[in-house]
């Protein structure tokens, strides 16, 4: 089975400055997909930005970026000059591939990173 | 498209009784999730469906935990009997075959009293 870990439980940054939220999981597919989530205090699940494991490049959303490291295991988010609405909960979560022979078998989420914004 | 709808938002409820949380998937979405999370035990997975086929119910805690998915456009999860540990927020999320991303409703907070 996989599991994603979080080792973070909270992290604190100054609003316009960079911060980094580590995410570490264990897999023997080769085949997957990663992602974070960002969960406010309204509680909905947003998706922050996604990582096909077959892709070498990091994916960036605006702001956010991963640091992918597959031979590690390694998936963090790089939030650049955070804001105050970047306050919340942060999900690493990992999902099977289609090729896994699992491709919708539900995500295994971390215990959650959470985000405080300092003004 | 309004996203994944989920009802009621706020359940409280006394325990031994019967609780059914309701949810409608993004139309066009042929998988259908059901997950919990709880301080102690954060996110987890209780089930799915594919076209409305349940797929993987391991995730389903006790024999009290049921949930069906009668067509398409609705599925529920009912606990019959509800029990204080319980208490959790349920989140519903859809997604399709080739797109990788789950959207999730904005959950039912239950509460068993």
């Known amino acids: 089975a996989q599991t994603v870990t979080q080792s973070q439980p909270e992290m604190s940054v100054q609003e316009a400055e960079t911060v980094t939220l580590s995410c570490t999981y264990d897999?023997?597919?080769?085949?997957?997909?990663l992602f974070w989530y960002k969960q406010p205090p309204s509680r909905q699940m947003i998706l922050v930005i996604r990582?096909?494991?077959?892709?070498?490049q990091n994916a960036t959303e605006n702001r956010f970026s991963v640091n992918f490291q597959k031979a590690a295991k390694s998936f963090s988010l790089k939030i650049s000059d955070s804001q105050l609405g970047d306050a919340a909960m942060y999900f690493c979560?990992?999902?099977?591939?289609?090729?896994?022979?699992?491709?919708?078998?539900?995500?295994?989420f971390g215990k959650g990173t959470h985000l405080i914004i300092q003004p | 498209d309004a996203g994944v709808i989920q009802s009621p938002r706020h359940e409280v409820t006394e325990m031994g009784q019967e609780v059914t949380l309701r949810c409608k998937p993004i139309s066009g979405h042929d998988y259908l999730f059901w997950y919990r999370q709880t301080m102690m035990r954060g996110l987890e997975l209780l089930i799915y469906?594919?076209?409305?086929?349940?797929?993987?119910d391991s995730g389903m805690p006790e024999d009290r935990f049921s949930a069906k998915m009668p067509n398409a456009s609705f599925s529920t999860l009912k606990i019959q009997p509800s029990e204080p540990r319980d208490s959790a927020v349920y989140f519903c999320a859809s997604h399709w075959r080739k797109n990788t991303e789950a959207f999730f409703g904005q959950g039912t907070r239950l509460t068993v009293v």
């Open positions: 469906f594919n076209n409305n086929v349940p797929i993987d």
């Open positions: 979560a990992y999902r099977s591939g289609v090729y896994s022979g699992g491709g919708a078998d539900g995500l295994t």
């Open positions: 897999t023997s597919e080769s085949d997957y997909y």
């Open positions: 990582q096909e494991a077959y892709k070498q």
